[in-house]
């Protein structure tokens, strides 16, 4: 079985597969996959499907709609002697055994590259493309949900971000500044504010020979950040923006723009 839960929710087996776009069961079984083979107590996943307004008779209520999952799951494993979703000591819990799921895979991917400082700039570069490539949107398809799996989402797309700025920064070590402009250029349009990636933007324009518009990406995220949030950029930023005036050698394509982020000018 493959569970699929970045840009939509579905669950395939075989030829055999079933979509979830929201709603009651998809509540609950984005709550039971962000368990990741958990028990989930009955008033946990209450409060992931109703919050504070809970029906009346609302176990009955959760377990019809459990029952329902229950019975798409069965029939996408007709093979399968026992069922996926399981009661136990007053809650539920999705057997994810024998399941492949994309978030726990990418979760545990990049980590894996994390955790292993020794890695060639090239084989960090191969292994996050691969597994940045599972990411295909929001979480759970961007389908209304409970807490739990709102956390969980969240944690799924801070370690997105972190995975994207530890491939660029090995990917400019490779000198594939021009490459990655383009992939820079929409992330900083598009996402919240995002000092590293206008960093990483700035020195790959600026070894692009794009100096003029390296410094246009560091005075239209200072004034999006003033008129947003009231601040100013942060002496990391600053600190490129001086180094690119200055032409400073740790911009050059052999040279170690990280080492900017630390240096108080």
């Not at 579905?10 to 979509?19: A, F, K, N, V």
């Not at 504010?193 to 324009?205: H, P, T």
Request: aromatic residues 4%; proline residues 4%; charged residues 20%.
């Amino acid at each position: 079985m493959n569970i699929w839960i970045m840009g939509q929710m579905l669950i395939e087996s075989g030829h055999r597969s079933t979509r979830f776009r929201g709603g009651m069961q998809g509540a609950l079984l984005a709550a039971l996959i962000s368990a990741q083979g958990q028990i989930m107590p009955f008033g946990t996943l209450s409060e992931e499907l109703w919050g504070g307004r809970q029906p009346d008779g609302m176990e009955n209520a959760l377990q019809a709609h459990a029952s329902r999952l229950r019975r798409k799951l069965r029939a996408l494993e007709p093979e399968r002697a026992e069922a996926r979703l399981v009661a136990r000591a007053g809650g539920y819990r999705l057997d994810l055994d024998g399941a492949a799921t994309d978030a726990i895979t990418f979760a545990s991917e990049v980590a894996a590259v994390q955790a292993d400082p020794g890695l060639p700039p090239a084989v960090v570069s191969q292994r996050l493309r691969a597994v940045l490539s599972l990411w295909r949107g929001q979480v759970f398809g961007g389908a209304p949900v409970g807490m739990i799996a709102q956390a969980w989402a969240a944690r799924l797309s801070a370690v997105r971000i972190a995975a994207l700025e530890m491939l660029f920064d090995n990917e400019l070590k490779l000198g594939l500044h021009s490459a990655i402009v383009p992939e820079l250029s929409a992330l900083v349009r598009s996402e919240a504010l995002n000092e590293r990636w206008c960093e990483q933007l700035m020195v790959a324009l600026y070894r692009s020979g794009r100096q003029a518009e390296a410094l246009g990406v560091y005075q239209r995220m200072r004034q999006q950040m003033n008129e947003e949030l009231g601040v100013d950029p942060s002496p990391m930023l600053r600190n490129h923006e001086r180094a690119i005036l200055a032409h400073d050698d740790g911009l050059l394509i052999h040279g170690d723009h990280r080492l900017l982020r630390a240096v108080a000018r």
